[in-house]
């Protein structure tokens, strides 16, 4: 359930626990109803060896954590050659190419992380025809309805963007609903993404497309015979044969469960391929080679392997790790500081949007505020548009009006949510989410102590523009953060410019071609902040080895996650570290928000245990966990 403005009332009060209800009664709901939850066996669940000791070695050289999480990116590379040579790739590549050509909608639905991949995927693949009908104006009249043939679908709507929708994701036929709104209908593609191929709400428009006569692909990055052998909402899904499956199988996430980092890059890159390909084998025919050329339409799986190789090779670089690790350091500087962090941006800040949303429920972060809202804490990282107002950032953001969710408590009955959802139902819609002040219009919030930051986020082609366009962004930049006291600039791609009045650039020097989905500048964007939010929470103590021990249990994947952690770090039963975990969500449920930041119930959980005397397998470890309350800043 969302929170109104102001509140900070523990979002698995609602569904963990019902009102009034006990911690020990709704552990043992869990424990009792929930074992479907329960998911230590997946690979994407496990922590990587590659990372091991992680957050102890990101406080002594942010380097070394650069260098650790883009050695599991690399190991990306065999797993993308294995997904690009299963006959599931060519299958989905056609079903795509069959849909765009017969005028129908390729529908791609997922969930968190996911979710916004298919949201990112659609916005590119509008951002292209927008770029097609200039460049080669005879498409805009053979293909004028091309734009909409792509529709990516969050579950809780575009709203998710920006805030987690609470529990929506445990809720198969919230994601019926979802799909059922959009239209789906015989003949269309669906694909759903779900990282760890569990995942309710996308398992439910999974269903939905099959129930319409879709074509319909479950895409997951945990193996299949797993997931039928342990989970049965998967198992029926993945055993049906209205359904091809495929598999982007890449392992343990350089931070455990962590799935808005490897798993979602393997989605980009392989999800991203097959819309390229159908859309090049669709339209090539009608244009030149020079048109092609223009347009990226030009590449075969073997060139997305070396493209993708290359890219990672350049970020491994020594000068692209340490301008990486020096970013991670300027930012923790500014957050010990008590600062805050806003980057502008233009035609990715969408990506740069999806890294810092998603830092919120990975760290236990402040989410984002709502402008409505003077009360809760403000983010620690924010991100707005350099040159449009909110309402045009969200439609420029999204390529198209945003997609919101707008159900009524009879709705919500009906497909069978909780009392407290249908009691209160969730502040989703488009005006709910246009209270989050995305343009270039001043929010005093984030300027209001000397810490805080403004950074410039310039990306692939923006960093080659010409001199005219160069001035423009200057200009932008100048007007939206001349009242803040610090400022620097970030620049990923092959060139760099001076940025009059910044402390300080950081180049990214990465080299990408053109391709129609922009998908290279894309990734590169996505791996440079994954692995700078990543080593900057370790080194803020966010991370204990390469486990999120400041994991926000806002649905009940996270609950058994952070059950998990409770119980590697204490040596507990599962069964045990379950409860424990659910006496401190409860005792945190009414975080008044004059108190500032609510702690993590895990923290909060394993110092209870270690205070009652409870043994521990690692007191180092412990030691970094419970400073709970220390390594919260003044707000």
């Keep these: 359930m969302q929170d109104t403005p102001g509140q900070t009332r523990h979002p698995l009060a609602t569904e963990a626990s019902r009102p009034g209800e006990p911690s020990d009664a709704a552990a043992r709901r869990f424990l ?3 074992g479907d939850f329960r998911l230590g066996f997946l690979p994407t669940e496990q922590p990587h060896p590659l990372t091991n000791g992680l957050a102890e070695a990101a406080q002594q050289d942010a380097s070394a954590a650069v260098r650790m999480i883009l050695a599991v990116d690399a190991s990306l590379i065999a797993a993308a050659e294995r997904a690009f040579a299963e006959l599931a790739f060519e299958t989905f590549q056609n079903g795509l190419h ?11 639905s997922g969930c968190g992380a996911s979710g916004r991949v298919s949201l990112l995927l659609e916005a590119a693949w509008r951002r292209f025809w927008r770029r097609a009908f200039s460049e080669a104006p005879l498409l805009k009249a053979a293909f004028p309805d091309a734009p909409d043939q792509v529709c990516g679908l969050i579950t809780g709507g575009d709203y998710a963007l920006v805030r987690s929708v609470e529990s929506f994701e445990d809720y198969d036929a919230f994601g019926r609903r979802q799909m059922s709104e959009a ?4 003949g269309d593609v669906v694909a759903a993404i779900s990282e760890g191929g569990e995942t309710s709400s996308v398992i439910g428009s999974a269903w939905q497309g099959v129930d319409a006569g879709a074509q319909v692909f479950f895409i997951c990055n945990n193996p299949a015979e797993i997931l039928i052998r342990n989970v049965a909402r998967s198992r029926k899904l993945l055993l049906d044969s209205r359904v091809t499956h495929l598999n982007l199988s890449s392992g343990p996430m350089a931070v455990a469960g962590s799935t808005r980092m490897q798993a979602a890059t393997m989605e980009i890159l392989v999800v991203g391929a ?6 090049q084998q669709w339209i090539a025919p009608r244009l030149d080679a020079a048109a092609q050329k223009r347009l990226g339409l030009h590449c075969d ?11 990672l090779e350049i970020l491994r670089s020594p000068e692209a790790v340490a301008e990486i690790a020096q970013m991670a350091e300027r930012e923790e500087r500014a957050y ?22 998603e830092r919120g429920p990975t760290f236990m972060l402040p989410p984002f505020r709502r402008s409505d809202d003077t009360l809760s804490p403000r983010s620690w990282a924010f991100a707005k548009h350099l040159f449009l107002p909110t309402a045009q950032a969200w439609t420029e953001v999204c390529q198209r009006a945003p997609r919101c969710l707008a159900w009524t408590a009879d709705i919500y009955e009906t497909l069978g949510a909780s009392e407290q959802i249908r009691r209160k139902p969730p502040r989703i819609s488009r005006s709910d989410l246009f209270q989050f002040a995305i343009g270039n219009e001043d929010d005093p ?19 080659t523009c010409r001199s005219a366009e160069r001035e423009r962004i ?11 006291q610090a400022r620097f600039a970030v620049m990923i791609g092959p060139e760099r410019f001076e940025v009059p009045g910044s402390e300080r650039l950081y180049h990214v020097p990465t080299r990408t071609s053109r391709s129609p989905l922009d998908i290279w500048n894309h990734l590169a964007v996505k791996l440079v902040l994954n692995t700078l939010s990543t080593v900057t929470m370790a080194r803020m103590g966010r991370l204990v080895s390469n486990w999120m021990a400041h994991v926000e249990t806002t649905n009940k994947k996270l609950i058994d996650r952070g059950t998990r952690l409770v119980s590697c770090l204490t040596g507990l039963g599962y069964d045990e570290a379950c409860r424990a975990l659910h006496r401190a969500m409860f005792e945190l449920a009414d975080w008044p928000p004059e108190r500032g930041e609510r702690p993590s119930p895990v923290a909060m959980a394993v110092e209870r245990l270690i205070a009652s005397g409870a043994r521990c397998r690692s007191s180092d470890q412990v030691s970094r966990v419970t400073t709970t309350r220390n390594d919260l800043r003044t707000e």
């Design 474 to 484: 200057l200009k932008a930049f100048e007007a939206a953060t001349r009242r803040f």
């Design 32 to 34: 009792t109803h929930e």
């Design 274 to 279: 097959a819309m390229e390909a159908a859309l």
């Design 98 to 108: 069959r849909a765009f050509a017969g005028g129908r909608t390729v529908y791609l």
């Design 445 to 463: 919030s984030r300027r209001a102590r000397g810490a805080d930051v403004a950074v410039l986020m310039l990306a692939g082609p923006e960093t």
């Design 336 to 357: 010990r500081e008590g600062g805050a962090v806003t980057y502008f941006a233009d035609e990715y800040l969408l990506d740069i949007f999806t890294d810092t949303t």
């Design 183 to 186: 239209g789906v209908r015989e």
């Design 301 to 311: 799986r073997r060139g997305y392997l070396r493209r993708f190789s290359g890219l």
